[in-house]
């Protein structure tokens, strides 16, 4: 069984359209994340966020925003996408509380092509 | 999180021992130590973490310095799917860990047959 799933795989749209990215885990973690990596390989976090609060990269555009319907999934909503925003995105989960040092379980990635 | 540092790339033959090292000189006392690689096209994946003592896991062992200002990851016998980003990181175990990681550059292991 997949521990962290995202979909869709890949995703072309153009820009000013706008889009979903649905991640799921079973591993009963109470903690999600998104993560950006660009064409360099670099990988930011964009949000966090868990039944207590929401933790937002200040540098994310307010035309990001999470949403989560359950502690199971962490949805990526994207609005007026533009070229920029090309990238591929990783879900992750983890298990939280003060003293815990879990490690976070990633997705396999959504490539975000915008044309 | 205090900033780790890694070699760009570095580069093994198959199936010989392959020692990862980083570097923080900044760490903290509740700092953990954390590792994470990335294969081509998958998600960044565990591979060990640590406070003080040498750890020992199925993937690999991270042996950290006595003053925690290095640390390093040791492959015992590398193999072509170990090629890969390692990343060196640093976590704080006070945080209750909601912020996640904080992922640096990390570095480019290469294989070679």
């Known amino acids: 069984d997949t521990a962290v799933s995202q979909t869709p795989k890949y995703l072309v749209t153009q820009m000013g359209n706008d889009k979903s990215i649905k991640c799921e885990q079973n591993l009963g973690h109470d903690t999600m994340y998104w993560y950006k990596q660009d064409s360099k390989k670099f990988l930011k976090i964009m949000f966090s966020?868990?039944?207590?609060?929401?933790?937002i990269n200040e540098t994310v555009p307010n035309r990001f925003s999470p949403k989560s319907p359950d502690k199971a999934h962490l949805n990526l909503h994207i609005n007026s996408l533009e070229l920029g925003d090309s990238a591929v995105y990783f879900c992750a989960s983890s298990r939280s509380g003060q003293g815990y040092n879990s490690p976070l379980h990633f997705g396999n990635g959504t490539r975000l092509t915008v044309t | 999180d205090a900033k780790t540092t890694q070699p760009n790339s570095m580069e093994s033959n198959e199936e010989e021992p392959v020692h990862l090292p980083c570097n923080h000189s900044?760490?903290?006392?509740?700092?953990?130590i954390h590792w994470y690689r990335q294969l081509p096209s998958q998600g960044p994946e565990y591979v060990i973490h640590?406070?003080?003592s040498n750890v020992n896991n199925r993937m690999a062992s991270l042996a950290i310095a006595e003053d925690r200002k290095s640390s390093t990851l040791i492959l015992h016998r590398a193999t072509l799917r170990d090629a890969a980003v390692y990343y060196c990181?640093?976590?704080?175990?006070?945080?209750?860990?909601?912020?996640?990681?904080?992922f640096g550059k990390g570095t480019h292991l290469i294989i070679q047959p």
């Open positions: 900044t760490i903290s006392g509740t700092d953990y």
């Open positions: 966020y868990n039944n207590k609060e929401l933790i």
């Open positions: 990181i640093l976590r704080d175990e006070t945080g209750g860990g909601a912020d996640g990681l904080t």
């Open positions: 640590g406070l003080t």
